[in-house]
């Protein structure tokens, strides 16, 4: 078994926020088989069951809020005894301009407090990820702001696509590999 999470906020307010395009690949990848995300009643996350080839594969939507998301990953993780290598975390990154998409096979969360509180809980950062650019932060631009603001209405179309190619990279993570992935991914934006 694959765990897929998505890291985002819970609630309206912040569907269409930079800080939730996790949320929003967990959601094409869902579609894309067909599936429905449903609340859990034994831990705070929504979930669907799939299969992505020839994988069963638990997409997750962490409902923790960004800054507890390691406690939903973490109950997810036992419940369904899932080693961290199995796991594939999705994420914005202020650091990636966006339209740019960067797979890694571990590393550390930088300075995203959602995959700070991951690492915390797990106390590892062995597990793969893939961070969804949403860069770059204006100067003058407080980050909180920055992060839960919503996408300018002419980028709809370019997230759109950019939504579409991160499932596809956490898609090929599970058929060729993270390496692999890396290689193909990691140096293409769209423009």
Known sequence: MKLVIGLGNPGAEYERTRHNIGFMVVEELAKRQGVPLKKMFWFPARQAKCRIGELEVRLIEPTTFMNRSGKA?????????????????????????????????????????????????????????????????????????????????????????????AADAVESIFSVGTERTMNEFNQLRIG
Do not use: C
């Not at 005894?81 to 966006?98: A, G, K, L, N, T």
């Not at 407080?142 to 696509?161: P, S, T």
């Open 73 to 165: 990953v973490w109950g997810a993780m036992k419940k369904w005894r899932v080693p961290p290598e199995s796991v594939v975390v999705i994420y914005d990154d202020v650091d990636v301009e966006f339209g740019g998409i960067r797979v890694r096979a571990k590393g550390s969360g930088g300075s995203h407090n959602g995959m700070k509180s991951i690492l915390e809980w797990l106390q590892t950062k062995g597990f793969p990820r893939v961070r969804v650019g949403i860069g770059p932060k204006p100067p003058d631009t407080d980050m909180i702001k920055f992060v839960l603001g919503d996408f300018a209405e002419q980028d709809f179309l370019k997230l759109e696509k950019v939504v579409e190619r």
